[in-house]
């Protein structure tokens, strides 16, 4: 498809598990994003890349999160040890160029994985 | 600071009402997007707007961009529960995006 996508679609785990969550963006596109949606609230900023690079790693929560990407492709975001209240929808997003030019490009955004954590 | 707010956080309106939705910021910011998220799905953009006082218009919504381009405003004209879902503001940062804090619609038949 040439949309964005993640797998997996939902995720139940126990309390101290880890998990690895998986952003498959449009192709040709530099930029890619990740967000945490927590049930009946807005978008939280978590991480961006540029390429393979994250300028700045300090919106991810804790040190239990961690996201790379490679290839200028796929990227995937880790929780490590996780939490009840990491439970949330997590939504990747890719875009053409970066944030920060005078106009924002669009992000296109996947359907976003739903965890829950017992 | 580069916080968005929006206001009203929630709005329940029935079907032909207009409405406002408000998105401010204390700082300035070159450029405002408005994206709206229907449930299971993720945000998709609605409009771009880049020009102190810019006003664009799509179909019967209308966004507004401030003359400080500090605030923006989305008008919808004779709402429909078609137009039911959150409505966010969101902006670019130093290596990030900040979305505002949304506001969840509800149009009832």
């Known amino acids: 498809g040439a949309g964005v996508s993640q797998s997996p679609s939902n995720k139940v785990t126990e309390k101290g598990k880890d998990v690895e969550l998986r952003c498959d963006p449009i192709?040709?596109?530099?930029?890619l994003y990740w967000y945490r949606q927590r049930l009946g609230q807005g978008l939280e900023f978590l991480i961006y890349?540029?390429?393979?690079?994250?300028?700045?790693k300090s919106g991810l929560p804790s040190d239990r999160f961690s996201a790379e990407r490679t290839g200028e492709s796929v990227s995937t975001l880790t929780i490590q040890r996780t939490q009840q209240e990491d439970s949330a929808v997590y939504l990747c997003a890719s875009s053409l160029t970066s944030p920060g030019t005078r106009s924002a490009d669009t992000q296109y955004f996947g359907p976003g994985t739903r965890l829950t954590v017992l | 600071t580069q916080l968005l707010e929006q206001s009203p956080q929630f709005l329940s309106i029935q079907e032909g009402e207009n409405l406002t939705v408000y998105c401010n910021s204390s700082s300035v910011f070159s450029s405002l997007q408005w994206y709206r998220q229907e449930p299971g799905e993720g945000p998709v953009l609605l409009v771009t707007v880049v020009t102190g006082g810019e006003v664009k218009k799509l179909k019967r919504l209308t966004f507004q961009f401030g003359d400080a381009r500090k605030d923006s405003s989305l008008h919808i004209t004779a709402a429909q529960p078609g137009d039911t879902g959150l409505y966010l503001c969101g902006r670019s940062g130093t290596y990030k995006y900040i979305f505002g804090t949304g506001t969840r619609l509800k149009v009832l038949a």
């Open positions: 192709s040709g596109h530099t930029a």
């Open positions: 890349f540029q390429g393979n690079s994250a300028p700045d």
